[in-house]
């Protein structure tokens, strides 16, 4: 088992990977075909935002603000052929991977990448981190969203279509994995839109691991 620190510091991070459509519910209610292969893009490290009770400012300009609760996992050294995502990865939280769904909808059906829907500042919010104790571990426990204290997504890794060690080994061999890259592994059923005020709440085995409180401007 990886035995590296926990992450805790934003300076820390480097590549974000996350992956699409990872959850069959999910991707039936936005009407999504479930990939053969896991389905990778990318956020910049400015789109970075910890929860810690801080408030949430994300666009109002631009159309409906999704979140998509998501088990986020940081690699604690670099990946060889081989290696189990067990030594891989070092700490895990939840997070949200925030989406310009509108702006997303217009863009796919150009067929053009997503970085303007999924990109934008704060879209990549964390919660507080966890040391990982392996790819088993994770699936003893489920993970969700609170929003005004009321659930609306609850999962767990156990229903992934492509596992910890499938998306390790895809984003690792064709892209490259080291210390400090995230992973952004899915949502499960739920999404929905933001709206101003709303209070975030991201937790793990029925443990709050963030809050924070929405403001839509611009």
Same mark, same amino acid.
Request: proline content about 4%.
């Given at each position: 088992?990886?035995?590296?620190?926990?992450?805790?510091?934003? %300076? /820390?991070?480097?590549?974000?990977?996350?992956?699409?459509?990872?959850?069959?519910?999910?991707?039936?209610?936005?009407?999504?075909?479930?990939?053969?292969?896991?389905?990778?893009?990318?956020?910049?490290?400015?789109?970075?935002?910890?929860?810690?009770?801080? %408030?949430?400012?994300?666009?109002?300009? !631009?159309?409906?603000?999704?979140?998509?609760?998501?088990?986020?996992?940081?690699?604690?050294? !670099?990946? %060889?052929?081989?290696?189990?995502?067990?030594?891989?990865? /070092?700490?895990?939280?939840?997070?949200?991977?925030?989406?310009?769904?509108?702006?997303?909808? &217009?863009?796919?059906?150009?067929?053009?990448?997503?970085?303007?829907?999924?990109?934008?500042?704060?879209?990549?919010?964390?919660?507080?981190?966890?040391?990982?104790?392996?790819?088993?571990?994770?699936?003893?426990?489920?993970?969700?969203?609170?929003?005004?204290? %009321?659930?609306?997504?609850?999962?767990?890794?156990?229903?992934?279509?492509?596992?910890?060690?499938?998306?390790?080994?895809?984003?690792?061999?064709?892209?490259?994995?080291?210390?400090?890259?995230?992973?952004?592994?899915?949502?499960?059923?739920?999404?929905?839109?933001?709206?101003?005020?709303?209070?975030?709440?991201?937790?793990?085995?029925?443990?709050?691991?963030?809050?924070?409180?929405? &403001?839509?401007?611009?």
């Amino acid at each position: 088992m990886n035995e590296n620190r926990v992450l805790l510091s934003p %300076e /820390s991070f480097r590549n974000i990977y996350c992956v699409g459509r990872n959850y069959r519910l999910h991707a039936a209610e936005l009407g999504n075909e479930v990939p053969t292969s896991p389905m990778i893009f990318t956020k910049p490290t400015h789109a970075i935002f910890e929860m810690t009770g801080n %408030e949430l400012v994300l666009p109002a300009s !631009q159309g409906s603000v999704h979140y998509e609760a998501e088990l986020v996992f940081a690699v604690g050294r !670099q990946y %060889e052929a081989g290696i189990s995502c067990d030594d891989l990865f /070092s700490s895990f939280t939840v997070g949200l991977d925030l989406t310009l769904r509108d702006v997303q909808d &217009k863009l796919k059906a150009k067929g053009h990448p997503w970085l303007a829907a999924k990109g934008f500042r704060n879209s990549a919010t964390l919660g507080r981190w966890h040391p990982f104790s392996g790819e088993l571990a994770m699936q003893a426990s489920d993970f969700g969203l609170l929003i005004n204290n %009321e659930q609306v997504q609850r999962g767990n890794a156990r229903d992934m279509v492509f596992d910890l060690q499938r998306i390790a080994d895809h984003v690792g061999s064709n892209f490259g994995l080291s210390t400090g890259d995230l992973i952004y592994t899915g949502t499960p059923a739920g999404v929905g839109s933001l709206s101003d005020g709303d209070l975030l709440e991201v937790w793990w085995n029925e443990e709050s691991l963030g809050r924070s409180r929405v &403001k839509l401007e611009g």
